[in-house]
């Protein structure tokens, strides 16, 4: 299955971008700077970068966007032909529509001073949602790897197997894109012991072409458990992938080495296991367990996790 639609046809090399102009898109609770950032390059994906103009530009699936804050919140152009669906495919992958104010308050109501700090210190965050195919490959690229360490290895990927959508911009592979590349290939795109894992999922996924529809018509236990059938995938790496693909709404709260600190440190969880401290997590946070772990990973790599 490809990571998305038809949005944009294959570009020529010597085409120029033509832009649509910008459009207002309307955001309430409306985003911080940091609460944007956050959002686009945060660590939920992997393919969105600022120009020095503040302008950013990201792929997802076969779609591309540039977006802007405004004075009334953000504003995004896309390129000539993406169709009359761009902006609500653009709204979709931000969460724009959903009910953030309320999850906010939600999480503000437990009385929790870490989550109320968290808010303040990073407002409009909002959760992505990307294909199930996208995030999981993005996040099986990701271990032991910094975000900018991330970025570059997808967009080696793409440049290498993914279909051009505009000069310089390509689409990531499809899984069965990847079932044709050999393990050598992937370690070329800088991969490195992740290329068994990539190869090895896309074997799997190429045998069996309806597993992942069968992932997101499970509920979350069930859908995580499927996707750690997986090669290389663990608990993190399914929640990952869960998580910012929204099939299993804010459910999941992934836990690696920043969040495990981060939880001893906030709430005294010495000596917990990872899939003790996510159990915490979901525990603790409920329905916007993901939106908090995010919040506490922000806090976690600015430093502000002790007391």
């Known amino acids: 299955m490809p990571f998305a639609d038809n949005a944009l046809s294959p570009a020529s090399e010597c085409a120029p971008v033509l832009w649509t102009d910008w459009e207002a898109l ?34 997802w699936g076969r779609r591309v966007a540039r977006l802007r804050e405004s004075a009334g919140g953000l504003e995004a152009s ?26 906010y308050s939600a999480l503000g109501s437990r009385g929790d001073a870490v989550m109320v700090r968290a808010v303040s210190a990073c407002s409009g965050l909002r959760i992505v949602s990307l294909s199930l195919d996208e995030a999981l490959l993005s ?7 910094r975000i900018p360490q991330i970025k570059q290895v997808l967009d080696s990927l793409a440049r290498a197997f993914g279909q051009e959508l505009l000069p310089g911009m390509h689409a990531l592979p499809s ?18 012991y992740r290329a068994r894992s990539v ?17 997101r018509a499970q509920p979350y236990a069930g859908a995580r458990k499927l996707l750690m059938k997986l090669p290389g995938v663990g ?16 459910s999941p709260f992934p836990v690696d080495t920043w969040i495990s600190r981060a939880m001893a440190d906030l709430y005294g969880l010495e000596g917990l296991n990872p899939e003790q401290t996510a159990e915490f997590g979901r525990n603790l946070f409920g329905e916007q367990a993901g939106l908090a772990q995010q919040f506490i990973f922000i806090l976690s790599r600015q430093g502000r996790t002790r007391p």
């Open 139 to 145: 996040f099986l690229c990701s271990p032991m790897k």
């Open 78 to 103: 896309f390129p000539a032909g993406s169709g009359l669906d761009a902006v609500p495919a653009l709204r979709g992958l931000l969460g724009l529509d959903l009910p953030y104010g309320e999850y």
């Open 199 to 215: 190869a090895g999922t896309a074997a799997f996924l190429a045998l069996r072409p309806g597993f992942l529809d069968l992932v």
């Open 26 to 59: 309307p955001v309430q609770p409306a985003f911080s700077r940091d609460g944007l950032r956050e959002t686009l390059d945060g660590g939920q994906m992997f393919r969105w970068n600022m120009g020095a103009d503040g302008v950013w530009t990201g792929i």
């Open 175 to 192: 899984w069965e894109r990847l079932a044709g590349v050999d393990e050598a290939a992937l370690r070329g795109c800088r991969l490195g």
């Open 235 to 250: 608990g993190k790496i399914a929640d990952c992938a869960l998580l910012f693909s929204g099939t299993s709404a804010l």
